[in-house]
Nanobody, 120 residues
Framework: VQLQAFGGGLVQAGGSLRLSCAASGTIASIGNMGWYRQAPGKEREWVAAITSGGSTNYRDSAKGRFTISRDDAKNMLYLQMNNLKPEDTAVYLC???????????????WGQGTEVTVSS
């Protein structure tokens, strides 16, 4: 199973980006999914999460600006980011718990990340 994130880029402060994360491989089901980010010289931090039932949660700085969503029919995860700020600059990584077969233990899978740069 692989996750591939894309959609990053360079944007001015106040702008928007939509990140996507595609899961591929042998997948029976996907449980919780999430977005993390890592800025240069900083620790990786959690940004947002969505359960298999669609419940969402965000870090405080993302509330009201970011929206996480998923399309299980396409094995896709999204992060709509509005009103971006320079402090949002980071590599964004997607994460998911994937069952390769029904009844198997879920595996934690990480994508390779997509870079977001917000200029002031």
């Amino acid at each position: 199973v692989q996750l591939q994130a894309f959609g990053g880029g360079l944007v001015q402060a106040g702008g928007s980006l939509r990140l996507s994360c595609a899961a591929s491989g042998t997948i029976a089901s996907i449980g919780n999914m999430g977005w993390y980010r890592q800025a240069p010289g900083k620790e990786r931090e959690w940004v947002a999460a969505i359960t298999s039932g669609g419940s969402t949660n965000y870090r405080d700085s993302a509330k009201g600006r970011f929206t996480i969503s998923r399309d299980d029919a396409k094995n896709m995860l999204y992060l709509q980011m509005n009103n971006l700020k320079p402090e949002d600059t980071a590599v964004y990584l997607c994460n998911a718990y994937v069952r390769r077969t029904w009844g198997s233990r879920p595996l934690e899978v990480w994508g390779q990340g997509t870079e977001v740069t917000v200029s002031s």
